[in-house]
């Protein structure tokens, strides 16, 4: 078992972020790798970005957002509980390199947690870093903290203007697309909406992006191809290629598509799960 | 004309009726009653020179294990069985006795032969049911250290062999579950899981140590295996799928065999929600190609409720590679044969599942290389297939997670890792390989006979340095 240390709610319980006994796998953890854990004999299996890691504690963190039935039994998993799977560190890390103008790292909700070792292993590299976090509201906003101080700069937008700037991560990243800092890669993590805009925008600048899919898979080494993506019209596997793209050569739409393939049946398992939990099958 | 009376005929298995089975999980051949393998085993000549032995490639005494179920000591069956042998249910499942040890087999020149396959997945089924745990006896203990990477049929009788010779051996394998494809490929009505689970038990109350969840190339390099063992054992099978580069493959509804068994088997979506990973289920289903993985795909389709499935393959009937005993299989269950037939391109509806394919028509041409007449299209054949769910099974490739990953480790053009055949070596000091991996998606009994010659050089190599 995969033990949880910590664990801490976010965004009023809709977000949770776990801290988790795995030595090997933080051992090797590089930003932009990600591990797939599973909660039980019956469990999917889900992929999650490590937020964060600590090899000399041993630990890696997870944050995820409360989609579906797994993240939901995700979440009843208290301190002392774990995982009885979890495998990594999979996916190929992110390319860190010194640059020369501005790296830019943009996460949108939960996407938040999947830029922030990212933009911190920039700024480790000696960049000069700006994080552009973004949720629909101020009580959804996560990792404040946490990207202020692995950035040289940020800037925080809600949807509905509740906290920072009013709108959305895109409007400010064109502030600084248009500025006079030359910008010389863009991160972007994500709802694939917002990564989709992201990479429209950053293209029309010609400045290069990153974008980190979600697409949903099974093994995580290559064996299924369930996780395929079209990246510049050829087929690519998010897991042991990605999880990071050329943003200006992803078919979003396809993407969008592929995510909504078990929708009827991951409702049909969350309805389930709920009356389950009423009737106090699951605790 | 004139020889002697009427012997004891080959003895049948009874089956689950083709009308019920297409509709549950559980295992379609009943196996044997005590009183007809007595009967079957009665059959063999226990030959001085047995033929059959030599169609074994991890050579089980074969009168030897049939003549003590004659004799109606199973216990002694399996202790016999399991000198050679990690998976002796598993493999009087699912080998294609029928090309290896029984078409060999002195019985089948004028007649049929044993029925071998059947008589050792008996004994290891009594065995299971007595819950007779009979250990084959271990070496002592060498204190070498010996590091087997996947769970496959290569890998366990690596280690099976291994820790007999009293070496330590532990099993890194990337999925939760140990078995390869035992375990995510073969469905459960071939190959019960509880069947391979419990032979994965018996190596685990041998000693081997199973070490879940390690995709080495990724959790741990191999360069770093060999820093803490004396040895290491390749053998991760052909784990790539292979897609038809089609326009529209990326459509909903569309999954590689890998992924369409993976969820089936190992993550057991048959049994949505009570597990939580969801398959598409077909209601008018296709599946690409006509090897055993089709046949499976075919099979488990009909099983996950479709009103209709096809098998569409772009060679006749006589290139159908799939084991006679499958095909014949399918089809007593209703599964339907397209063939002549190849998909051209993929159609969506507006949400992006799939909806049809446009096929063409095929004609056989002269021989290719390997000895197949080769497909040709027939120009203008084009027309429109409907299907709600197409599964691709036309093969499978070399997994480049563990071969890009580890240095010195060389491949063949396809991307199999090199190997000498006589050993099992490869050009990496102190690393050897067998399996799929190796020689391209074979059988599970190929795999276990790479599986033995490997054993036996590492054996030598961790006794004598060479
Ligand atoms: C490499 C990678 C890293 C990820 N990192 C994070 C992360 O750090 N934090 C986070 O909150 N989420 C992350 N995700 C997404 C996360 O895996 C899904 O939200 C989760 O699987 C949903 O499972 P569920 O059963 O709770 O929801 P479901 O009921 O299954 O689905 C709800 C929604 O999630 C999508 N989804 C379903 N299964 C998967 C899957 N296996 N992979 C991706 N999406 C899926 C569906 O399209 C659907 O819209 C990541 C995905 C990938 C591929
Ligand atoms: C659907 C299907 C049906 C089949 N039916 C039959 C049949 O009826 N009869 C028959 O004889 N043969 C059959 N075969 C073929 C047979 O199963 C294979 O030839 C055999 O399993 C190969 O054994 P292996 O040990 O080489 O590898 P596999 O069984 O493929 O096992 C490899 C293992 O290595 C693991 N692995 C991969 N990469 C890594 C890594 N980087 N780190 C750690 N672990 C890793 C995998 O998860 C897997 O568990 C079938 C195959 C399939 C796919
Ligand atoms: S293992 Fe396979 S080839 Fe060997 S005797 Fe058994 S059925 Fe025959
Ligand atoms: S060849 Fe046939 S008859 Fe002879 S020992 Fe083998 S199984 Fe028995
Ligand atoms: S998840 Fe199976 S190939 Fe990527």
Request: glycine residues 10%; negative net charge.
């Amino acid at each position: 078992m995969f033990k949880i240390l910590e664990r801490e709610e976010m965004a009023q319980g809709t977000v949770i972020k776990n801290v988790i006994e795995a030595p090997k796998v933080a051992a090797r953890a590089k930003p932009g790798q990600f591990v797939i854990i599973k909660a039980n004999e019956t469990g999917e299996r889900i992929p999650l970005t490590m937020a964060d890691t600590d090899p000399k504690k041993g630990t890696i963190t997870i944050i995820y957002q409360v989609v579906g039935k797994s993240t939901a039994l995700f979440k009843s998993l208290q301190v002392g509980e774990g995982y009885q799977d979890l495998l990594g560190p999979l996916g190929q890390p992110t390319h860190i390199e010194k640059h020369d103008g501005l790296v830019i790292c943009v996460g949108g909700g939960t996407g938040t947690a999947v830029v922030h070792p990212i933009t911190k292993g920039f700024k480790e590299e000696g960049n000069e870093v700006v994080a552009i976090i973004g949720s629909r509201n101020k009580d959804l906003l996560i990792l404040e903290d946490e990207m202020t101080a692995a950035s040289t700069e940020i800037k925080v937008c809600t949807d509905d203007g509740s906290y920072g700037h009013h709108g959305f991560v895109t409007d400010v990243l064109k502030t600084y697309l248009e500025g006079d800092r030359k910008v010389s890669l863009v991160v972007a993590a994500g709802p694939v909406p917002m990564m989709k805009f992201v990479s429209k925008m950053t293209e029309e600048f010609g400045v290069k992006t990153l974008v980190s899919l979600n697409s949903i898979m099974i093994d995580g080494t290559g064996m299924c191809g369930g996780c395929r993506v079209s990246v510049g019209g050829k087929t690519r596997f998010t897991c042991v290629e990605g999880p990071e793209f050329d943003g200006h050569q992803v078919d979003f739409d396809e993407l969008t598509q592929r995510l909504s393939a078990y929708q009827q049946m991951e409702k049909e398992a969350m309805e389930k799960f709920d009356h389950d939990c009423k009737i106090g099958l699951n605790k | 004309m004139a020889e002697k009376k009427e012997k004891t005929p080959r003895q049948a298995m009874p089956e689950q009726d083709p009308q019920v089975r297409r509709n549950n999980f559980d295992e379609v051949p009943l196996g044997y009653s005590p009183e007809t393998a007595q009967l079957e085993a009665s059959r063999c000549l226990q030959c001085k020179k047995p033929s059959c032995v030599s169609g074994c490639p991890v050579e089980i005494d074969i009168p030897g294990f049939i003549g003590l179920i004659k004799e109606g000591d199973y216990s002694g069956s399996i202790a016999k069985l399991k000198e050679m042998t990690a998976l002796p249910a598993v493999c009087g499942r699912v080998c294609p006795q029928e090309v290896q040890c029984e078409t060999l087999c002195v019985l089948g020149k004028k007649g049929e032969p044993v029925a071998i396959g059947r008589l050792e997945r008996f004994a290891a089924d009594m065995a299971r049911e007595k819950g007779d745990q009979t250990l084959p006896a271990a070496a002592p203990k060498t204190g070498k250290k010996v590091a087997v990477v996947g769970s496959g049929p290569a890998g366990v009788t690596v280690a099976g062999d291994l820790i007999l010779k009293g070496h330590d051996v532990t099993i890194f394998e990337a999925f939760h579950k140990a078995g390869g494809v035992l375990v995510y490929g073969i469905p459960e009505f071939r190959l019960p899981k509880a069947i391979v689970q419990d032979e994965m038990d018996g190596l685990a109350k041998l000693g081997v140590v199973f070490e879940l969840n390690q995709v080495v190339g990724r959790t741990v390099s191999v360069d770093e295996l060999l820093e803490e063992y004396d040895a290491v054992f390749i053998s991760v099978g052909a784990g790539l799928p292979s897609f038809l580069g089609i326009p529209g493959e990326n459509l909903i509804g569309i999954y590689s065999a890998n992924e369409y068994l993976t969820r089936s088997n190992l993550m057991k979506a048959y049994l949505f929600p009570e597990y939580d990973t969801p398959i598409v289920r077909g209601k008018n289903v296709c599946v690409l190609g006509a090897g055993n993985v089709a046949m499976d795909s075919a099979r488990t389709a009909l099983r996950l409720g479709a009103d209709r499935v096809r098998i569409v393959y772009r060679r006749s009937r006589e290139e159908m590679p799939a084991r006679a005993e499958e095909i014949h299989h399918g089809e007593e269950e209703g599964v339907e044969f397209y063939l002549l037939t190849n998909p051209v391109t993929f159609i969506g509806d507006e949400n992006g599942r799939v909806k049809s394919m446009e096929c063409l028509k095929m004609e056989l041409g002269e021989p290719d290389d390997s000895g197949r007449r080769r497909p040709i299209p027939i120009e203008g054949s084009n027309f429109e297939l409907e299907t709600d769910l197409v599964v691709i099974a036309v093969g499978a490739g070399a997994n480049p997670l563990i071969t890009s990953t580890t240095p010195g480790l060389e491949v063949n053009k396809w991307g199999y890792i090199l190997a000498e055949e006589e050993t099992g070596k490869t050009r990496k000091p102190r690393v050897w390989a067998g399996g799929d991996i190796v020689t391209g998606q074979a059988t599970v009994i190929l795999a276990m006979g790479a599986g033995r010659i490997a054993a036996n050089s590492m054996h030598q190599y961790l006794t004598w340095g060479w």
